[in-house]
């Protein structure tokens, strides 16, 4: 299975997700965050992640009699690039999104289900709006945005630091502008 089919999953892109920042994390502990992936389900991707070369075993320890692992991401492990999306074809794309944006409904979900979730105080957004952009501005803005969040990738969970998942979606929405359009 390539790197494209696997991440092409919402329950696996998940578990990346939960193991982003450097957190090493147990099946089982995996399923107390996503208590909407059957258990059987939740084991069947994890081994799947591992097999092709997401994660890694942090460690391992005996409970009740059976080996529990702690997984982690591998620092060094496959990631859909920009050559690999465009070997892409169109019916992948839409199953990329489309597995995007079932996990961004799961984690919203798993959010507002927990106690005190506050999407005000928490600065929780999901607005849109539409940027009217020559491919130059574009490239601008995307470099703008990447030198912005670049630092902040590194950051790894401390005290008093939140996970915040962070998924910007752009697309053109419509054909070029032309002068018959203006007001």
């Known amino acids: 299975m390539d790197t494209t089919d696997v991440l092409l999953h919402p329950v696996r892109l998940r578990v990346v997700h939960a193991l982003a920042g450097g957190r090493a994390l147990t099946t089982a502990q995996?399923?107390?965050r996503m208590p909407?992936?059957?258990k059987v389900t939740m084991y069947r991707h994890i081994?799947?992640?591992?097999?092709a070369g997401f994660l890694d075993v942090a460690g391992e320890q005996r409970v009740r009699g059976a080996v529990e692992r702690h997984y982690r991401l591998r620092q060094d492990r496959p990631v859909v690039d920009t050559d690999a999306a465009a070997a892409m074809t169109p019916d992948d794309h839409r199953r990329g999104f489309a597995a995007a944006m079932a996990v961004l409904i799961a984690e919203f979900n798993a959010y507002l289900d927990r106690d005190g979730a506050d999407p005000v105080a928490d600065a929780a957004s999901y607005r849109q709006g539409t940027l009217?952009?020559?491919?130059d501005e574009l490239a601008e803005m995307t470099a703008e945005l990447r030198a912005v969040l670049a630092p902040r990738?590194?950051?790894r969970p401390a005290p008093g630091r939140l996970p915040y998942l962070l998924s910007p979606i752009q697309f053109p929405v419509g054909p070029p502008s032309t002068d018959t359009e203006r007001p």
Do not use: Q
């Open 132 to 135: 009217w952009l020559t491919p």
């Open 30 to 32: 995996l399923c107390e």
């Open 47 to 51: 081994a799947l992640l591992a097999e």
């Open 153 to 155: 990738l590194a950051n």
């Open 36 to 38: 909407d992936v059957p």
